[in-house]
């Protein structure tokens, strides 16, 4: 055995025990029951993780998952800035999708306004709509001193005492304290209209606690354009992010928070949140956000100017937390603590660094495909796949006996190294993608077939097998490479300019039209080598 030679089956040797070692994890994987996955999920999440990461990952078509369409309000926007409206609110939302770890997600725009969003593996329509629609507007404002709050409600009160029809029902909003609930022992029982005062349970830090069957009828009131009308200029009222127990855990209500509506600190400028646990709530989690040095800058001024206030940190209008300023923060970074779970925590993290939607979102279209019919997909695609590679192997068996055999061989490596390359990218197999293996298999087999007829041309001629098998791929190679290079060529243009399951399958048949040539030109003709190395046959079955 020759240098060249050496080469040549070490190359094939090390192509194999590599393929099966990045297809292994796949292979683990869904050789797994559905149970067995959801138990290794709760007894072994590391081990699950480290699977998913290194297994081959299925789009929409074959796992399931969520498809929606979303359409861009554009009025209001001036007409020259439509397109780039549009163009930033699917970057945002690409970016909210990019770290949510959603595999191959496919984001494109339909028209002039219209975004298509199909996510595979995330069949819950809901938080998909959450995740990609939620504006995501973090800010820090003042909390109002409890002398403003109490002189404010007073100011409501008497808005709504011109328009209650009976006195009597009326109450007086005291100086301080939580005087002014004095004999309320009752909470949304009454159907007349009280003022605002009537349905305020206690004074809490920041603002006033209402009962939370109450919150509705308090919204109506704030919604009233009499009583914004009656709010001072520069504040605005914001409700908790979380109820609260209250009346020895018998009841819950929500802290209605009295704020100044200017902002002292904006979401622009945070460069980082990540989700992590509250050690203050065990079993909760909280989002710890870093604010780049501009902010950072801002955030040390406004902590040092109000030492002793309370500083609300507020998500998309809702307070999540107000502490006190006990002093100058100059670290750039804060946290927004509530009863959130991992999820939960991890998808506010996601939309802070994503940024806020540049112009409102509405869902012409959702659905959610279920798993079912990805794995009825899956199944008919095994099959055509199977009985094709059957049926190519039957034929080349038949017509070249034991060359064929030669050629089913490569035909499996060429298989296998193709998933092993998409194994090791982490690329997502798609339906047209299954289609693209099969294609594949024909393919590889034409580059054999144009070898096999060209070994025969030369047996024919008299050559020796030697120096026929040599000949027969010297001679072939011009030919299957310029095949090849045309349908590669096609395969990119189609990976180019085609999208979501067009790309599918643009990247298994470029990789198929790679692996075929490998395997064609290169394994079998080493077996062929391997075959004929020590002896002279004088006949060759093919």
């Keep these: 055995m020759n240098r060249n030679q050496r080469l040549k089956l070490a190359s094939v040797v090390l192509v194999l025990v590599a393929s099966i070692w990045f297809l292994w994890p796949t292979f683990a994987l869904w050789s797994m029951s559905d149970e067995e996955v959801e138990m290794l999920k709760i007894e072994d999440p590391a081990r699950y993780n480290e699977l998913m990461d290194k297994s081959i990952r299925l789009g929409l078509d074959l796992q399931g998952g ?3 369409v979303l359409e861009v309000d554009l009025e209001g926007i001036d007409s020259k800035d439509h397109q780039s409206t549009v163009d930033q609110a699917l970057q945002i939302i690409r970016n909210r999708v990019d770290q949510y770890g959603v595999a191959e997600p496919s984001i494109q725009q339909e028209g002039d306004n219209r975004l298509v969003v199909q996510l595979p593996g995330l069949p819950d329509v809901e938080r998909a709509t959450n995740l990609i629609n939620k504006t995501a507007v973090l800010e820090l404002k003042l909390v109002a001193q409890q002398g403003e709050i109490v002189s404010s409600i007073q100011k409501l009160d008497d808005v709504l005492k011109m328009r209650i029809a009976s006195p009597a029902d009326t109450t007086v909003v005291a100086e301080e304290g939580p005087a002014f609930l004095e004999g309320v022992e009752t909470s949304g029982t009454d159907e007349k209209e009280h003022p605002f005062s009537y349905y305020l349970r206690s004074f809490e830090r920041g603002g006033v606690l209402v009962d939370k ?5 308090l919204k109506t009131y704030l919604a009233d354009p009499a009583v914004q009308a009656a709010i001072p200029r520069g504040y605005e009222y914001l409700w908790g992010a979380d109820d609260i127990e209250y009346s020895e855990g018998a009841r819950k209500g929500r802290v209605l928070y009295y704020v100044n509506s200017r902002v002292e600190l904006s979401g622009k400028n945070l460069i980082d949140a990540e989700h992590e646990a509250d050690q203050n709530r065990p079993g909760s989690f909280r989002v710890a956000f870093k604010l780049d040095r501009t902010g950072g800058g801002q955030f040390a001024r406004v902590t040092e100017r109000n030492v002793g206030r309370q500083l609300a940190t507020i998500l998309d209008n809702q307070v999540f937390l107000a502490p ?28 802070l660094r994503a940024g806020a939607l540049p112009a409102a979102m509405k869902i012409v279209e959702e659905r959610s495909v279920g798993p079912s019919l990805g794995q009825d997909s899956i199944d008919k695609g095994f099959r055509a796949g199977l009985w094709g590679f059957l049926a190519v192997i039957v034929f080349v068996v038949i017509y070249y006996r034991g060359s064929g055999l030669v050629a089913t061989t490569a035909l499996i490596l060429n298989l296998v190294i193709v998933m092993a390359v998409m194994a090791s990218r982490h690329a997502t197999l798609t339906l047209p993608g299954i289609a693209g293996l099969i294609l594949t298999v024909g393919m590889a087999v034409d580059a054999n077939v144009l070898i096999y007829e060209r070994i025969r041309e030369e047996l024919r001629g008299g050559a020796k097998v030697r120096r026929a098998i040599q ?12 095949a090849n290079i045309t349908t590669f060529i096609t395969a990119v243009v189609l990976y180019i300019f085609g999208t979501g399951p067009i790309k599918g399958f643009a990247v298994t048949l470029a990789l198929g039209i790679l692996a075929s040539m490998y395997t064609a030109l290169l394994v079998t003709r080493a077996i062929f080598e391997l075959f004929t190395m020590n002896r002279q046959p004088k006949k060759l079955s093919i």
């Design 66 to 68: 969520t498809y929606l």
């Design 213 to 217: 069957d109450d919150i509705p009828r």
């Design 324 to 351: 006190v300023i006990e002093n100058r923060i100059g670290t750039g970074s804060g946290v927004i603590t509530g009863d959130f779970t991992a999820e939960e925590a991890n998808d506010i993290a996601i939309l």
């Design 471 to 482: 000949s027969g791929y010297e001679r072939a190679f011009s030919t299957i490479l310029d």
